[in-house]
Nanobody, 129 residues
Framework: QVQLVESGGGLVQPGGSLRLSCAASGFALATYGIGWFRQAPGKEREGVTCMRISDGNTYYADSVKGRFTISRDNAKNTVYLQMNSLKSEDTAVYYC??????????????????????WGQGTQVTVSS
């Protein structure tokens, strides 16, 4: 059974940092793409960053480029999202998701919610003073 479990969300002040974790079970990450998405109240779910595990090819949304970093630990089947210099507009529920069809594809174009096959339950990130 495929399962994704996020953790690490919370309340942080503007300018602060958080690290989210996504533990995957039921399959091996190595052949898929994995990404982080977020959804703020009243907004559509948007792709923040997506990585093709096999070669590390990674896409970042312009809004987080230079501040967020995705990484993975294949031995632990876990992916991380390091978020630095957080802003109030980063407040959202953050989800990790897996796309089974990323070989040969442009990660910028596949980092879209409707292309993902599995989802975690989400973790709340609130940036506020």
């Amino acid at each position: 059974q495929v399962q994704l479990v996020e953790s690490g969300g919370g309340l942080v002040q503007p300018g602060g940092s958080l690290r989210l974790s996504c533990a995957a079970s039921g399959f091996a990450l190595a052949t898929y793409g994995i990404g982080w998405f977020r959804q703020a109240p009243g907004k559509e779910r948007e792709g923040v960053t997506c990585m093709r595990i096999s070669d590390g090819n990674t896409y970042y949304a312009d809004s987080v480029k230079g501040r967020f970093t995705i990484s993975r630990d294949n031995a632990k089947n876990t992916v991380y999202l390091q978020m630095n210099s957080l802003k109030s507009e980063d407040t959202a529920v953050y989800y990790c998701a897996v796309d089974r069809n990323v070989i040969g594809r442009d990660m910028r174009r596949t980092c879209v919610a409707r292309f993902q096959d599995y989802w975690g339950q989400g973790t709340q990130v609130t940036v506020s003073s």
